[in-house]
């Protein structure tokens, strides 16, 4: 009795709150972190979990999500929404541990980050900044890229809510970055089914995974993000990814276009956190060329315009994140390299009026200014001469015609001195052809266009006398016939 030990303090009780000690290396660790997404700011989410609670759910977490993960693809809002409630406060307590299960889980976010319930929605998206603030970029970036290149039909081996959960074992993370370890435990692979890459359901199941990913990189800094970048960009600038090859029907672009619009703001978060390191280089011209595809893409009255505009105006972010540049300058840096790209090989004379090249460089010359086309009018006149041969269809040489029409009346771009020599050529070559009379309203249209181009291409003293006097031969006899044209 006299000798009686201690009685050691007790515990903090749950009403109190759990406090981890204080430790300089862990202030210093905190003050490090990223910065909290929104979504997780001001939340519990935003503390550390407690060490005890967070070791027992992760031994326990193979059998905890399968039944989580069934829920939350449930046709209840109720039940989803249960499912979401409980899969954040496992992963926020589970923490890396959740890498052995992200297989299944991130197929499982995917299909419900943008859920129609708000509710169910918002919980998941806590999820994915959960999963992403927890885990290596390193382990799920080139997952949920496996997934982006994926055509339709294919599917991660596992995502069903009870595949590839199960699985524990010492090795935890390093196991499976290493490849080693129980299979069920290694990340889920990819099964490609057959099925084309650009239907309606492929590009509607990529802007989930679009949204899944912005969600997981909510956090990541420029330096996280920067051994990431080249594959990021590389998969979403691929012709392909969202934009059709010919135009499509109105079910397909709806599709279409809400998987833009999801483009756009996950490229418009890229630029945000990863400044200049997305935007120069190689990365730029990835970069560059997604968002001028997206930027090309004909609209409808059913469509609009928003990502257009969208991409536009991630065009002018991508420019203020190079030393604050202008778009000017953006056009003058990437324009030459994505022209030589997309004409290599002659692959313009395959084009046709609903192609989605063609509108890319119709888009690429309306958009860089003409100053900036006349430094790569070599570039531009060959496909120009292909698609204005008399042979194509109506449709297509009247919108090649309006496009030099507008390159003509731009400023700067009749000044490139390589005109001196190629101006003679656009007449004889480009515009005569199609000053001939043909029957038709198409054909009247394509001939008023060709005499508007003449006009402008003389008016401004592109063709010197002798050049001209070499094809009055050809060019008189049209021009006084086209002044006896049904169109005045």
Known sequence: RRHRRPRPAAAPSARQGWRPAASPAKDAAAAA???????????TFAA??????AGLVACELHRLLPPALKELSDWTAKARIRAADTLAGTLWLVGPAATDHLGPLLAALSKTVEDSDEGVARQVRRCAQLVGRSCDLAVYVPLVLDQLRAPSGAALVGSAATAGCGGNSAGGGADFLRGGGHSRMRPAAVTVLEGAETDAGAIGRRAGWLALLGELLAGATAEQLRPHLSALLATVARPVFCVPGRASDDDAGASFAATQLRLCSFLGQ???????????????LLLYSALMRVASVPSSAQHGFASQRRAIECLSAMAAAVDGGSAEALHAVFLPPLLAQITAGEAYKSW?????????????????GGATCARVLLLLLPPLAAVLSPKEEPTLRLTALSLLDSLLS??????????AEMGEHVLAAMLLPNAVWRAGKPAEHVRLASYSCVQKLLSADAISGEQLGAHMGGALPLLVAGGGDDND
């Open 33 to 43: 972190a990223p910065p909290f997404p929104p979504e997780l700011a001001e939340t």
């Open 48 to 53: 550390a979990p407690p060490a005890g609670a």
């Open 270 to 284: 890229l630029i945000s956190s990863a400044g200049a390191a997305c935007a120069s280089g190689d990365n730029g």
């Open 352 to 368: 046709k009026v609903d192609s989605a090249e063609w509108h890319l460089f119709q888009a690429l010359c309306r958009q860089a």
């Open 410 to 419: 731009a400023e700067g771009f009749l000044a490139a001195p390589e005109w």
